[in-house]
């Protein structure tokens, strides 16, 4: 059975920073593209920061040059580096892994339950 668990996010400050974790279980790590959405309310679900299995690191424009993703796969885990958070920020951040990426518009196979960010001005 696979598990996505999210965690780290929070209240901050804009301009703050946060640092989200997903540990994956289930699955061998190793061999998945691992991505971070996010969905904010009246929104649609956007992926923001995907890693392949040779960490290959793609970003969103909205979030090139604030979030970095990095993989750890001893540890079975996932992280998204977020600095410089803006309101516009705000949203649930899901964790999300796919066996075969096919770019950026993949379909994901598994999901994580979410974790909320939200950034105050």
């Known amino acids: 059975q696979v598990q996505l668990v999210e965690s780290g996010g929070g209240l901050v400050q804009a301009g703050g920073s946060l640092r989200l974790s997903c540990a994956a279980s289930g699955l061998t790590f190793s061999t998945y593209t691992m991505g971070w959405f996010r969905q904010a309310p009246g929104k649609e679900r956007e992926l923001m920061s995907g890693?392949?299995?040779?960490?290959?690191?793609y970003y969103a424009d909205s979030v090139k040059g604030r979030f970095t993703i990095f993989r750890d796969n001893a540890k079975n885990t996932v992280y998204l580096q977020m600095n410089n958070l803006k309101p516009e920020d705000t949203a649930v951040y899901y964790c999300a892994a796919v066996r075969w990426f096919t770019g950026w518009n993949a379909r994901y196979d598994y999901w994580g339950q979410g974790t909320q960010v939200t950034v105050s001005s």
């Open positions: 890693i392949t299995y040779m960490s290959t690191t």
